[in-house]
Each structure stands twice: as C-alpha cells, then as structure tokens.
C-alpha cells in the first residue's frame, strides 16, 4: 500500500516563507513524476507544481515565482518551498503522482493558513 505523509504546514503571515515536504512509498516515488496539490474549503483539489523522474518542473500561474518544487530521491521525498505566501494560499496541502492514472490513496494532507 502506498504511503504519502506530508508535513511542514502551519500558520504564517502573509509575506512568510514555509517548507512542506512528503515522504513517499519507495517504488512509487521512484517511478512516478510528483506533484503538489491544494484543496481549499468549497473548492476543488488543483495541482500547484510537479516535478518529472528527472527533475522537470511545472508551476500553475497562481504561484509560479513563489513556489519552488524538488525532490531528493535518496530520500524518497518532496518538497516544496513556498516564498511570500497570500492568503489566497491557504488550503490543505497533499502531494500525489502528477499524472491521474497513477494517483495513490490521498494522506491526511497539511494544513497552511496565511493571514493577511
């Protein structure tokens, strides 16, 4: 079964800086191309940036300039770096494979709350 844990989540304000990571399944990470998503209340989940095998990377325009994604693949983790954060920001933070036929049972996600 795969396992997707993610962390770094909190409550900043707005301006601040924040570090999510996501410990994944061993052979799930290593074949999949990785992405960051976000659900905010009443919304759809949207993807916010993905990371290739090889380290290609793809930001949605909303954060693209502030958010940064990588990974360590010694680690099986990703991460992503998220600068000068909005409130529009806020939302529960999961990481998944990028492409849909490939997306594993969702974790608990990580909440980021930025106040204005």
């Known amino acids: 079964q795969v396992q997707l844990v993610e962390s770094g989540g909190g409550l900043v304000q707005a301006g601040g800086s924040l570090r999510l990571s996501c410990a994944a399944s061993r052979i799930f990470f290593s074949i999949n191309a990785m992405a960051w998503y976000r659900q905010a209340p009443g919304e759809q989940r949207e993807m916010v940036a993905s990371?290739?095998?090889?380290?290609?990377?793809n930001y949605a325009d909303s954060v693209k300039g502030r958010f940064t994604i990588s990974r360590d693949n010694a680690k099986n983790t990703v991460y992503l770096q998220m600068n000068n954060l909005k409130p529009e920001d806020t939302a529960v933070y999961y990481c998944?494979?990028?492409?849909?036929?490939?997306?594993?049972?969702w974790g608990q996600g990580t909440q980021v709350t930025v106040s204005s």
């Open positions: 998944n494979a990028e492409h849909a036929g490939f997306v594993a049972n």
């Open positions: 990371i290739s095998t090889g380290g290609r990377t």
